[in-house]
């Protein structure tokens, strides 16, 4: 049974069983008389949030603790989050800031002691202007610690890894953006007892995991290539820039790590859907795992993804997520689709996808390399939009994939020849009309079977290298 708050007659049923919230267990509302003054909860099936009955919103979002769905209110999970953790703050559950990491974070507690959740402020980021670990200063809007993805915009990118994590294919936790108020927000911030009305916030909320550590307290053998290869994907889908092995979560089963049944959660997809090309990180891209082919039921999944589908799930339900992040998601999953299709694993794709030092210096990758040649091209016109043009082929693709040289005996495949020059502009394409990107996609998909099979061939050199060099 599901319930609503009520300041003088605490919780009592609703007249009628919420639509969003099937699967709410109601065990989680056998709550005592609530502590402070929240209101109903409201629910709909286009805007379900909890918020006061009230015409002045803005006025009483700061009279009590409260939390509104920004992003996510069309999630089943994400909805049962939001009312187990509204429920646990009308019980007076205190924040508790989390001490690691370089942006704020607050863990969120049942009355019974658990953790149900994870809020990060947007403002509390890392660089952003009411950062508590001392590494702030900037506005909303500036340049973060990645320059493609700009202070206080992660917290939406968070809430897009979930929604676009279809079926849970990955594990991402339900992930929700959020109006939260809570008294905690400015005793924390000022460090003092005063104040008689809670401070809100716009944060991302994600389901706590319970897990025993993370991937960098174990070796990789530990992980099946299943759970590898399903997390490999996501992260080539929206150009994950920071998958470290802090961000993988490692939960036991069976009590053994040893024969590769610890389960991985993903987490923390804040630097995910860059606004341009950049230079994403791989932890798994070190893995033996990576170099395994995908399995048949990976390979369908991979097809039946719809790079364009997901563009307007984005348009329609994280509306702050900017056309141009939208374009490298769309981008990145045909680019992942293709190099499936053709063959490649994990380990290549991501190899193509991220940039080489070379001679001490930052060299583009080759899915930078790919987009100037598609560029070119049809500033040149060279590549027809209608069928694969020979002309591009005989310009384009020596010049860009076919360039190589003898290092130590070995051909050396030379397709990210040019320098990255951080001082650049970096590959965006945002100021693209919609036919000229159409385009851009149709001369991009052209150049990547030259481009796959040279990566196939390079692969191939390095396999006889090794097992000519076996002691």
Not at 248 to 273: T, W
Request: proline fraction near 6%.
């Amino acid at each position: 049974m599901a319930a609503a708050v009520n300041q003088v007659h605490g919780f009592k049923p609703l007249a009628c069983p919420p639509r969003c919230h099937p699967h709410l267990d109601c065990k989680m509302l056998e709550l005592s008389q609530s502590k402070f003054n929240f209101s109903c909860i409201h629910r709909s099936s286009s805007t379900p949030c909890l918020s006061h009955n009230s015409s002045n919103a803005e006025d009483d979002f700061s009279a009590s603790p409260r939390i509104e769905i920004i992003v996510g209110h069309a999630l089943p999970q994400v909805n049962a989050l939001v009312v187990e953790v509204a429920m646990a703050m009308s019980t007076g559950v205190e924040l508790e800031r989390a001490p690691s990491g370089l942006g704020g974070a607050y863990f969120l507690h049942a009355r019974n002691g658990g953790t149900i959740a994870v809020a990060k402020p947007v403002d509390e980021e890392p660089l952003a202007i009411n950062n508590p670990k001392g590494f702030g200063g900037r506005m909303l809007g500036q340049p973060g610690m990645k320059s493609s993805i700009r202070i206080g915009e992660t917290g939406a990118r968070e809430s897009a890894a979930y929604l676009l994590d279809h079926g849970g294919f990955s594990c991402v936790p339900p992930t929700a953006l959020v109006k939260l108020s809570h008294f905690n927000f400015g005793l924390l911030k000022s460090g003092s007892d005063s104040g008689s009305n809670p401070s809100y916030k716009i944060a991302s909320l994600q389901r706590f995991i319970n897990h025993d550590s993370d991937a960098g307290d174990l070796g990789p053998s530990s992980f099946s290539a299943t759970c590898v290869h399903h997390i490999g994907i996501l992260d080539i889908r929206l150009m994950n820039l920071d998958r470290h092995a802090g961000n993988l979560l490692v939960r036991q089963e069976n009590e053994s790590y040893g024969l590769g049944k610890a389960e991985l959660v993903p987490i923390d997809h804040g630097f995910c859907l860059p606004e341009c090309l950049d230079n994403p990180y791989f932890e798994w891209q070190h893995w033996p795992q990576a170099s395994l082919p995908f399995s048949e039921a990976e390979a369908d999944y991979i097809s039946s993804l719809d790079p364009f589908k997901d563009a307007e799930l984005l348009r329609t339900h994280v509306p702050s997520i900017r056309e141009s992040a939208i374009r490298v998601l769309i981008l990145c999953t045909i680019f992942l689709k293709k190099a499936a299709a053709y063959g490649l694993c994990l380990v290549d794709i991501g190899e193509m996808m991220t940039r080489e030092i070379l001679g001490g210096k930052e060299h583009c990758s080759s899915l930078e390399n790919l987009c100037v040649a598609a560029k070119a091209g049809l500033n040149m016109g060279l590549i027809d939009e209608d069928h694969h043009n020979a002309e591009a082929d005989e310009v384009l693709i020596p010049r860009v994939f076919k360039n190589r040289h003898k290092a130590g005996g070995l051909m050396r495949s030379l397709s990210s020849p040019a320098p990255y020059n951080s001082n650049s502009q970096s590959i965006s394409f945002a100021d693209m009309g919609n036919e000229e990107w159409h385009s851009f996609l149709e001369a991009f998909q052209q150049l990547l079977p030259e481009a796959f099979k040279e990566k196939t061939s390079m692969g191939l050199a390095r396999h006889r290298l090794r097992t000519s060099c076996a002691f």
